[in-house]
């Protein structure tokens, strides 16, 4: 999150003197756990298609003539200015539209997604004249003809997985008959790989390798969802696991007679009180899980949004739902993490899992989530919008009628931006061309972006400066804090940390990305430190900055940063700059920790930082 220097912070919603023991009904017997499948094998998560927004001239689509890729009037671009134009012609004809792609190997999920848009002038409503073919190697993934025409572009997506490891060709074939033009535009062509890349392996933290599945029902606004979670998860401890806890970290917007998030049948366990302000409830397991094995709980789930422009409220007609999936809360060396919730900042620690969400709405209503997402007819006037993520430490969505708009950035990394209203078109384009250029500057310098496409939500009622979600990011018309949330995929979302003990870990870092993101060098920011105690230190958890909520962004934005960037001068910046590409690769869907960060430093270099990490009040 980034505050924003505008308002000062909000007071906490709710002050509780004593936790309410809240019960929930027993579970049913659950089922034996079972072993823990093998690791998978490392995946490099990868965008592998090249200017798949055709917005870098031709290069490397192979086009049966000049006039495929274009920007003439006659269409317009899903994103952008530019697309493709196969037929359209009237006439006997064939386009052809091709790129050879590399998947990596060990990468067990591999996505295809383009954007169609199909006009004709043909009138039968039975015969398919005129057809598009999109292949993958010699497979033919689907063929569409003019009996697919549609007023808009609709998104199209095909599960490769099979040919992880191997260099195929993509390619697009549209012919025509003889008479009456069909056009087949194509747009934003995007082959994603991700799915089973093994975080760093680590046996004190656990319940290991968390597999969400969601599915909810909406009310007509949008702001009560009600249905069913489940969490399939493993132990990676040697220590037997007996219990988890859920983190229902939106409990904070209310209170415990009338929380926002509602748990109820639960399978697989034992519900026991809720705790911690009520964000905190304790299932006791069916029956333990020894290291390795592997078992699921269920429950139904009820979700009330409420009145606030907030991660966590609505502002008007749009709904803005972050951390209200309850998702399972961390044992390690210290034990369970049950921090209490912090408005100040972040307190979620969470391990890197998948979720499958399927979100069921007024089709009035748009719904950008994490992950990448499909909405298919529901039941009259509703979509279903499916959205699937995987190696994601949460998951967010928002529900309104946004307007929204799309591209892709360069490396090919789809863009969509949504706003509220009273967001001026230019403002919205602003930000889109904002986030292109920020998703593609920080994986440039840590790492290829791995969430599929990037959703931005706009509204400047947010009193925060932004706050960050895997692939999903809220955000005021502010190209700084939007660039900053985007390095947040990777300083908290790829490089995990605990962010109630170790805040700077994500947002110190995350300044410091937005800084070199921004061409600016930090230049003698040092220099104006000036710190308000002795026990006022860059490394202190939330607990000290709740108490010091005035020195926070102060400490661990600015002095956070410019403590980076005075160790990029010392090291230089060609030392300083593969320090943290090597150690987000090493740290990929892991967890990071500041002693970890201090001797990856230190082995950068021969000159002993002892010194460094004191004058910059960094311990750990």
């Known amino acids: 999150m980034r ?24 579970a049913p017997a659950a089922a034996a756990p079972h072993a823990a499948p093998a690791a998978a094998a490392a995946c490099t998560p990868a965008q592998v298609v ?33 697309f493709a134009w196969l037929d359209g012609v009237g006439s006997t004809h064939t386009d052809t539209l091709s790129q050879s792609v590399t998947i990596p190997a060990g990468c067990s999920s591999a996505s295809l997604t383009f954007w169609l848009h199909i006009d004709t002038a043909e009138t039968t409503s039975s015969t398919a004249y005129d057809k598009l073919t999109a292949k993958i190697g010699s497979t033919t993934l689907a063929t569409y003809s003019n009996l697919n025409k549609a007023s808009g572009y609709t998104q199209k997506s095909f599960d490769v997985s099979a040919f992880a490891g191997q260099t195929v060709t993509v390619a697009f074939t549209g012919t025509e008959d003889s008479s009456l033009q069909t056009s087949f535009v194509l747009d934003d062509i995007a082959l994603n790989t991700s799915g089973d890349t093994t975080p760093p392996a680590d046996s004190v933290r656990t319940p290991a390798a968390p597999a969400y599945t969601v599915s909810l029902s909406s009310n007509t606004s949008g702001t009560v969802w009600t249905g069913h979670e489940s969490a399939t998860f493993t132990n990676a401890s040697s220590t037997a696991l007996g219990e988890v806890y859920l983190r229902l970290w939106d409990n904070y917007h209310g209170t415990c007679t009338a929380p926002p998030i509602t748990v109820s049948n639960v399978t697989g366990g034992t519900a026991g009180a809720l705790s911690v302000a009520c964000t905190a409830l304790k299932i006791t397991l069916a ?3 020894a290291q390795g094995q592997s078992t699921s709980i269920g429950f139904d789930l009820g979700i009330t949004v409420p009145s606030g422009a907030d991660r966590f409220g609505y502002d008007g007609a749009f709904s803005f739902i972050g951390n209200a999936l309850p ?3 961390v044992k390690d060396g210290a034990g369970w993490h049950l921090d209490p919730y912090t408005n ?17 709405h007024p089709t009035s209503l748009l719904v950008p989530a994490t992950g990448t997402s499909v909405d298919t007819p529901g039941s009259s006037g509703r979509t279903v919008t499916t959205a699937t993520a995987s190696k994601v430490r949460d998951f967010a969505w928002a529900a309104g009628p946004f307007t929204k708009i799309s591209g892709t950035s360069p490396a090919g990394t789809a863009v969509n931006v949504y706003s509220v209203s009273g967001i001026s078109s230019a403002n919205a384009q602003s930000m889109l061309t904002t986030a292109k250029s920020a998703v593609d500057a920080h994986a440039a310098r840590f790492g290829a972006y791995p969430y599929g496409e990037l959703d931005a939500v706009i509204d400047n009622n947010f009193w925060f400066g932004g706050m960050e979600y895997p692939g999903f990011v809220l955000d005021l018309v502010s190209t700084t804090a939007l660039t900053h949330e985007i390095g947040h995929q990777w300083f908290y979302g790829i490089v995990g940390d605990d962010e109630y003990n170790s805040p700077w870990l994500d947002e110190a870092f995350t300044d410091y990305a937005t800084d070199l993101a921004q061409n600016k060098t930090g230049a003698s920011c040092w220099s104006s430190v000036s710190w308000a105690s002795s026990a006022e230190k860059i490394t202190n958890s939330m607990a000290y900055w709740d108490a010091h909520s005035s020195r926070y962004s102060t400490v661990i934005y600015g002095y956070g940063k410019c403590a980076l960037h005075d160790l990029r001068r010392l090291l230089g910046d060609t030392a ?9 690769t090493s740290h990929w869907y892991g967890v990071s920790t500041t002693a970890e960060f201090k001797a990856a430093a230190q082995a950068a270099t021969t000159t002993d930082l002892t010194s460094f990490w004191t004058t910059h009040r960094i311990e750990g």
């Open 327 to 329: 998702v399972l809360a």
């Open 344 to 360: 100040n900042g972040e307190s979620f620690y969470s391990l890197a899992a998948d979720f499958k969400v399927t979100l069921d």
């Open 3 to 26: 505050p924003t220097p505008r308002k000062a912070i909000v007071a906490r919603l709710l002050s509780v003197a004593a936790l309410a023991a809240v019960c929930l009904p027993s």
């Open 50 to 82: 090249t200017n798949g927004g055709f917005e870098s001239g031709t290069s490397p689509w192979t086009q049966s003539s000049t006039s495929v890729i274009t920007n003439r009037s006659g269409q317009s671009a899903h994103g952008g200015s530019s």
């Open 576 to 584: 300083m700059a593969k320090l943290l590409k090597d150690y987000a």
């Open 287 to 289: 029956s333990p899980l």
